[in-house]
């Protein structure tokens, strides 16, 4: 897929710690739509999804786990 192919990418570069690729292509799948599914359900305080750059801000800082 599109996705393995991009993480397999960031592996190489460094970006992502090397693993099993497959949960990896669950994990970065789902956490966007995890996010979107709790921002629509209202469970995400509004401070943290009132605007544009504080929902870019909190998946940034999501995404930030998944680092080296």
């Known amino acids: 897929s ?3 192919d991009f993480l397999k ?3 190489r ?6 693993g099993d690729l497959d949960s990896a292509v669950v ?3 789902t956490l ?5 599914m709790l921002i629509l359900d209202g469970r995400i305080p509004s401070i943290h999804v009132g605007s544009a750059e504080a929902v870019t ?10 680092r080296t």
């Open 2 to 4: 599109r996705l393995h």
């Open 9 to 11: 990418d960031m592996v």
């Open 13 to 18: 570069d460094g970006e992502v710690a090397p």
């Open 27 to 29: 994990a970065f799948w």
């Open 32 to 36: 966007p739509h995890g996010l979107a």
């Open 57 to 66: 801000a909190l998946a940034r800082a999501s995404f930030a786990h998944f």
